[in-house]
């Protein structure tokens, strides 16, 4: 800083010190140059002393002398080429700073004649081992380009070349260089987009910025619109709860054949996004994440221009979140979410209090907000805003304040039903504010009459009694205009303030006067009686006046009403006259149009949001908007990654190692060698596998030759690898078409005496690869899910099946019952709407299951659908008192599309409690809850039948409920709905065809259990319920009645 304040620089001293070989000197004096130069003063006299100093090996000192060199090398040219000579020395460095600071530094100085020698330093530049240097060239790229246009061709090569890179530091500078030499060369990005994409996240902010701008426009020309129809990315909120899809048919009323239309467009809605342009979007997304602004905006464009509009509402939270930011980029920021808020006002409402405004905001950061805040205003944020905007009116700034009451205009012509409140509020402030809150209030009332000024003849009278209270211009104008056009529902008020004008009308001003002059037309065409003369009067007055404006309106008004009556008139001339003055009186008499709400800044919006056109409000030089998506998607092909060149007989080294991991992962050739060939070694084992492999291959597909090998190399990586794959499931096939004959050989083993049910459960989960293969025995076929329900669980987690008396029943199997299964979920039923969820919607289920955390709990399966790509799903402010819950694992991200499950294990207590808890994503909250069934608090049991009737007999009287039901066509579909509301276990079926029994247990209490019996009886069916639970019971069969 010191440099900066001092005023008087020793010249004698700096030229001492640059010529001297003390490097701290010489440090300090080019410091003091750098800082007069920053000042704006004229140093360009140290020029020949700066440039001896180029040999300096300090590198602080070179950097210094560089950044002089490139102020003033275009003033003093010839003294500037005898630095050249040191700066090609500097290329050639070990150093890359220095190589990179010399490049920088050399294609800085804008002389054509020093070209040459750059286009040299950059060719050997873009192959330069350093990313540093690499950098330093894609940057110096832009700077010849500008110098020497005629270079253009061969600077193109070498963005080509440096687009081609792998480091993102690079990658990002050659972006740069390709939107400022050649932006519509999108041939030299297709192959590289997809590596652009997936390395945009670890570009540098400057990078990442002009990347997003570039792949904006690339995406505008190569990927279809992903709206709809034409102009749907600027709808309104009720486009914007679909998803800014049209769902109207406009061919509805159409006489034409519709047929071949319609097919045309199904087609084409069920057509899906390009795989390319999903992975652009889900890039960009990533970078919302980051910490300046500017990438955010980039981020906002571009989601904008290319995404769906339910997706592009991500961007919302991270422009909220830089509203603390400087406020230069406060203002940026503001820029673009005023724009937005005007397009798609749905994206920032719940942050709309963030666009409040401080006591320390300047003014630019004020208009912003309010218009901000006039965008937001809807039926359930337009409470906090109208309070938080009549706060405003009391600021000592009369400008900000004038605002803050257009803005309440806005706000109510937006939303009809607060208009008589803003009304009211604007009448206090009209008899208790300043003159200019009085003024900008009265101006604004003029325009809420306008909708319904029947209703508020009250108010037009207290208006035209402030005519006479109020002196300011802006104010009376308003008045006056407010007398004149209600002036039917003020016939006895609107004569006497003509007559109170007509006195002052020398005094007022140039505006007050027209008004006036068109009152006083008003009232004479509409009460000529008792206005005609003060009309004649007001005419004379302003026919002299010193206002041209005024003086010529007058005559032509008066021309028009007073005409000389002349014996031998033109009947043409008094015909043409008399329409005429018809057609003036429609003019003055005529209702005024609804005035509409008009954004200050609206002139924003058709420009592209975060350029600097968008900024300053104007195209600027070298704008170009946005191209219009393609009707006709281009080729995709043309973005598909270079291929390597694979070395011959690549394809058989693939093969065989395909064939290998196949073999080694197979069971039947394991199977095969363990039982032929268990004694011989390793070597002869492989190949025996080998000769078996060739022998089945030789009877399903001949061979190929070496010649066909030799062919296939030629081709490219993709038919390689699916010729590859289909070789092996070749040789997999005949491998199982022998596995037959090699059982047939073998020595027949005997039969396996059959096991128990849940025995066999077991044994599933010890057979290993290695074990040899078992006899199939026929058994009674039981489901797996009436087979587990009847092994009970004990506190250690150990299955105990030693009672015999809850085994299924031998003489009744379950074969009768196979056509009546249980289902594995219960009802499914909606817990999150996705309209509620702005695009992720959640289902619940419960699964018939025992949960791996406690035999109690009940396991909830939730289904999470989302259109729109979230971020960490977890649970949160659980509130169920009495109830145990095990949240469900964070969902780390589910993209757009995309579905997923996951489960929670609740543990009832034996009761419906309700459950409330949050659903939340990185940025919201969305509350639901459920409330179990008392079906849901049951678990399938079975026992056997002497057990069940006895168990029925014994729980009689108040334990035993009944009801009876004609819904049903017979008693099996009776017992298929139980089934599907409530977890029970069917028994063997009596010989009693119609007479099923239905076993469960609480999951709360084992020894609590449930018996259903359905029968038939007469024209309807009675379900009899038994239980030790008496209330339980009783709610079961409410449950089922309604179910």
């Known amino acids: 800083a010191k440099y900066f304040e001092e005023k008087n620089s020793k010249f004698n001293e700096l030229h001492d010190h640059l010529a001297g070989k003390n490097t701290k000197k010489k440090l300090n004096a080019m410091k003091r140059l750098i800082a007069m130069m920053t000042l704006g003063r004229d140093v360009s006299t140290f020029f020949p002393d700066v440039v001896k100093n180029v040999i300096v090996d300090n590198t602080e000192i070179k950097k210094l002398v560089y950044m002089f060199l490139t102020h003033y090398a275009e003033e003093n040219q010839e003294l500037a080429l005898l630095a050249i000579n040191t700066l090609q020395n500097d290329l050639r460095s070990s150093n890359q700073r220095v190589r990179a600071n010399a490049l920088r530094a050399m294609s800085s100085i804008s002389i054509k004649v020093v070209i040459p020698i750059v286009m040299m330093a950059l060719k050997s530049a873009v192959r330069d081992t350093s990313s540093y240097v690499r950098k330093a060239a894609a940057c110096a790229i832009p700077k010849v380009c500008r110098t020497d246009p005629s270079r253009k061709s061969e600077l193109v090569d070498m963005v080509a070349e440096l687009v081609s890179n792998s480091e993102p530091n690079v990658l990002g500078a050659s972006m740069f260089a390709f939107s400022q030499v050649c932006p519509d060369r999108y041939d030299l990005l297709h192959k590289y987009f997809r590596k652009i994409c997936h390395l945009l996240a670890d570009f540098d902010y400057f990078g990442q910025t002009v990347t997003l701008q570039v792949l904006t426009q690339y995406a505008r020309t190569q990927f279809l619109t992903p709206f709809k129809k034409k102009g749907s990315e600027d709808d309104e909120d009720e486009d914007e ?42 890039s960009a997304t990533v970078l919302l994440n980051s910490a300046d602004a500017s990438v955010i905006c980039g981020v906002t464009s571009l989601m904008c221009a290319i995404a769906p509009l339910h997706e592009a509402r991500q961007c919302a939270p991270s422009l909220a979140r830089h509203m603390g930011n400087y406020r230069e980029m406060q203002y940026v920021v503001l820029a673009n979410v005023s724009t937005l808020a005007a397009k798609r006002p749905a994206m920032f409402r719940q942050y709309f209090k963030m666009f409040f405004i401080y006591f320390d905001d300047p ?26 905007l009549f706060t405003y009116v009391h600021h ?193 008499l005529w209702a005024k149009p609804m005035p509409e709400k008009e954004s200050p800044f609206k002139a924003r919006e058709p420009l592209t949001l975060g350029s600097l056109s968008h900024l300053v409000q104007h195209s600027v030089s070298g704008y170009e908007p946005l191209p219009e998506f393609p009707e006709v998607a281009p080729d995709p092909s043309v973005r598909e990654p270079p291929r390597s060149i694979t070395p011959k007989n690549s394809k058989k080294r693939d093969k065989t190692k395909v064939k290998s991991i196949d073999k080694f992962y197979s069971s039947d050739s394991d199977d095969s060698d363990s039982d032929e060939d268990s004694s011989d070694d390793s070597d002869s084992s492989t190949d025996s596998d080998d000769s078996d492999e060739e022998e089945g291959a030789k009877k399903t597909k001949k061979r190929p030759t070496k010649k066909d090998d030799e062919d296939d190399d030629d081709e490219d990586e993709d038919s390689s690898g699916t010729d590859s794959s289909s070789d092996d499931s070749d040789d997999s096939d005949s491998e199982e078409e022998n596995a037959p004959k090699k059982a047939m050989s073998k020595k027949a083993k005997p039969p396996v005496a059959p096991k128990p049910v849940t025995q066999d459960l077991f044994n599933l989960l010890d057979d290993d690869e290695g074990s040899a293969p078992k006899t199939e025995t026929k058994q009674p076929v039981l489901a797996a899910s009436d087979a587990l329900a009847g092994l009970s669980f004990d506190e250690g987690g150990f299955i105990d099946g030693s009672s015999n008396d809850f085994l299924p029943s031998k003489s009744g199997g379950a074969t009768a019952h196979q056509s009546i299964k249980g289902d594995k979920k219960g009802k499914s039923n909606i817990l999150l709407k996705e309209s509620l969820g702005e695009g992720l919607a959640v289902e619940y289920a419960f699964v018939r299951q025992d949960s791996i955390y406690s035999k109690t709990m009940c396991v909830v399966e939730l289904k999470f659908i989302s259109s729109v ?175």
């Open 396 to 588: 000592h700034d009369p400008q900000f304040v004038n605002q803050a009451i257009r803005t309440i205009g806005r706000c109510a012509l937006t939303i009809p039903d607060v208009a008589e409140k803003c009304l009211h509020m604007l009448l206090r402030l009209v008899s208790t504010g300043s003159q200019t809150v009085v003024a900008q209030s009265i101006s604004v009332i003029r325009q809420l009459l306008q909708r319904n000024p029947k209703q508020h003849i009250s108010i037009i009278k207290r208006m035209a009694k402030l005519l006479f209270k109020v002196k300011i211009p802006m104010a009376r104008t308003a008045l006056v205009w407010i007398i004149g056009e209600y002036r039917e529902m003020i016939p006895k008020v609107a004569p006497d303030a003509l007559r109170q004008l007509a006195k002052s009308f020398k005094e007022e001003a140039v505006e007050v006067k027209v008004q006036i002059l068109n009152l006083a037309v008003k009232l004479y065409l509409t009460n000529p009686s008792q206005t005609k003369l003060l009309f004649k009067y007001v005419m004379d007055l302003s026919k002299n006046d010193i206002n041209f404006d005024v003086r010529d309106r007058a005559r032509m008004v008066r021309s028009l009403f007073f005409t000389k009556k002349s014996g031998s008139g033109d009947a043409k001339a008094d015909e043409w006259k008399a329409k005429t003055k018809t057609t003036m009186k429609r003019c003055f």
């Open 363 to 388: 003014q630019f950061i004020r208009e912003l907000k309010l218009d901000v805040l006039a965008n937001l205003s809807s039926d359930s944020t337009i409470g906090p805003i109208l309070v938080e």
């Open 241 to 282: 709860e679909d998803g800014g899809f049209n769902v109207k048919n406009s061919k509805f009323y159409s006489d034409e054949d519709e047929d071949e239309d319609e097919g045309e467009e199904e087609k084409k809605k069920d057509k899906p996004m390009d795989p390319d342009h999903r992975l652009l979007i889900r």
């Open 869 to 1043: 790509e979230v971020r960490d799903v977890h649970m949160d402010s659980v509130t169920a008192p009495g109830v145990q819950i095990r949240p469900f694992d964070r969902i780390s991200v589910l993209h757009s599309g995309h579905t997923t499950t996951a489960k929670m294990h609740i543990d009832f207590k034996g009761s419906e409690r309700k459950v409330k808890f949050n659903i939340c994503t990185t940025d919201r909250k969305y509350p639901v809850k459920f409330t179990p069934t008392p079906g849901d608090l049951l678990r399938a049991h079975l026992v056997q039948t002497k057990v069940f009737d006895s168990s029925c007999k014994r729980l009689t009287g108040m334990s035993e409920t009944q009801f009876t039901t004609t819904k049903f066509s017979s008693s099996k579909a009776l017992v298929k709905s139980i089934l599907k509301c409530a977890d029970v276990g069917l028994l063997a079926q009596d010989q009693k065809e119609d007479l099923f029994r239905l076993c469960g247990k609480m999951r709360h209490d084992d020894t609590c259990l449930v018996f259903i019996r359905v029968e038939a009886k007469g024209s309807g069916h009675t379900v009899t319920i038994n239980c030790d639970d008496m209330l339980f019971s009783g709610r079961l069969e409410d449950y089922l009645l309604q179910a």
